[in-house]
């Protein structure tokens, strides 16, 4: 297996410019998370999805979008990149949460490292 | 700011020593999880801990959790130099919108 997946592990873009990230995950996990990790910040989540077609807003969420058309993929996308978004992002998996609620183990990819100009 | 806080921000230490960092966090959580994380690479997950539990192990990993000082420690015995990394504790909160927060990490050195 391969677990998660990110593409792509590079790229730079110049102010404005749009992309879109790709996570992909084997496992038939659930649940989905974008992540962005910022030196000495620890990692602060996007969005996340519970299931195909559903997302929701994490702890920042603005200027970007996301999408989860197929259980095992899931896209963030950055309509009009600015230079705070110059950062490393991070896709999970993980089963859905237990009947409690608790979050359980996520599974990350490898992350992209993303350079606005 | 943040639930989940690890102290100390850095540690460096001989190979063959144990090391231990403690995470404190400010809300009720029903789980708490650490993560290793090598320089450049995603995130591993190591170890979590219930609230209903005080202790957990691993191979040479060791977690205490203190709910009542909401707090938590992860020892690790024996340090080698493959240990050299960021460790991040996560907790998992009950019902918050956005209810799973890492902490800023801690990094540790070990050296041969």
């Known amino acids: 297996n391969a677990g998660v997946t990110q593409t792509p592990k590079f790229r730079v873009l110049k102010t404005g410019q749009s992309m879109t990230l790709l996570c992909a995950q084997d496992?038939?996990?659930?649940?989905m998370y974008w992540y962005r990790q910022d030196p000495g910040m620890g990692l602060r989540l996007i969005h996340y999805?519970?299931?195909?077609?559903?997302?929701a807003k994490g702890e920042v969420p603005d200027g970007y979008n996301v999408s989860r058309l197929k259980k095992q993929n899931f896209l963030l996308g950055l309509e009009s990149a600015a230079p705070s978004q110059t950062s490393v992002y991070f896709c999970?998996?993980?089963?859905?949460?237990?009947?409690?609620?608790?979050?359980?183990?996520?599974?990350f990819g490898p992350g992209t490292r993303l350079t606005v100009l | 700011s943040q639930q989940g806080e690890e102290d100390p921000q850095a540690l460096s230490i001989q190979e063959g020593e144990n090391a231990t960092m403690n995470c404190s966090y400010k809300t009720s959580i029903n789980n708490l999880q650490w993560y290793r994380q090598n320089s450049g690479r995603g995130l591993v997950h190591l170890i979590l801990i219930r609230s209903n539990e005080r202790e957990k192990h691993s191979g040479r990993l060791r977690v205490t959790l203190d709910t009542s000082k909401k707090s938590s420690s992860l020892l690790i015995t024996a340090s080698r130099a493959a240990d050299t990394a960021s460790y991040f504790c996560?907790?998992?909160?009950?019902?918050?919108?956005?209810?799973?927060?890492f902490g800023p990490g801690t990094r540790l050195s070990v050296l041969p």
């Open positions: 996560a907790t998992s909160r009950f019902n918050y919108g956005q209810n799973f927060v």
């Open positions: 999970a998996s993980s089963y859905s949460i237990g009947l409690a609620g608790e979050y359980n183990e996520q599974f």
């Open positions: 496992m038939n996990h659930e649940y």
């Open positions: 999805s519970v299931g195909e077609g559903t997302t």
